[in-house]
């Protein structure tokens, strides 16, 4: 399954402007990435967004927004999903995609 065009559009209106932030096609998607670091990206209809540390991600998940990120049977520990249907407007999606602009940008450049 392709990845959800519209996700895209909508990340891409919020950071057309960031020249550090590239995009690389990744997990059948999309991920970015700042300094060469994964912080997030769409896999099916989903954001996944790396949060860095097991209890951010199980503190997001308890909330009831996020998901595990698991595609293959096993969670990438760190990583959460939040499906489009959470996101409902370009501030909902900044406040998660910021959160892995964070993590990214806290490690050093590849």
Same mark, same amino acid.
């Given at each position: 399954?392709?990845?959800?065009? =519209? %996700?895209?559009q909508q990340? =891409?209106? &919020?950071?057309r402007?960031? @020249? *550090?932030?590239?995009? !690389?096609?990744?997990f059948?998607? %999309?991920c970015?990435l &700042?300094r060469?670091?994964? +912080?997030?990206? &769409?896999?099916?209809d989903n954001i996944?967004v790396r949060?860095?540390s *097991? =209890? *951010?991600a199980? #503190? +997001?998940? +308890?909330?009831?927004e +996020?998901?595990?990120?698991?595609?293959?049977g #096993? %969670?990438?520990?760190?990583? %959460?999903?939040?499906? !489009?249907?959470q996101?409902?407007s370009? *501030?909902?999606?900044k406040?998660?995609l =910021?959160?892995g602009l964070?993590?990214? @940008?806290?490690?050093?450049? !590849?």
């Open positions: 399954m392709a990845y959800d065009q =519209d %996700v895209q990340i =891409d209106a &919020i950071y402007a960031d @020249q *550090e932030l590239s995009s !690389k096609r990744m059948g998607g %999309v970015y &700042i060469g670091n994964m +912080a997030f990206g &769409i896999y099916k996944i949060l860095g *097991e =209890d *951010e199980r #503190r +997001a998940i +308890a909330s009831g +996020a998901f595990p990120f698991d595609i293959t #096993r %969670v990438m520990k760190g990583w %959460v999903m939040i499906p !489009k249907s996101l409902n370009p *501030e909902q999606y406040r998660w =910021d959160k964070a993590f990214a @940008q806290s490690l050093p450049p !590849k």
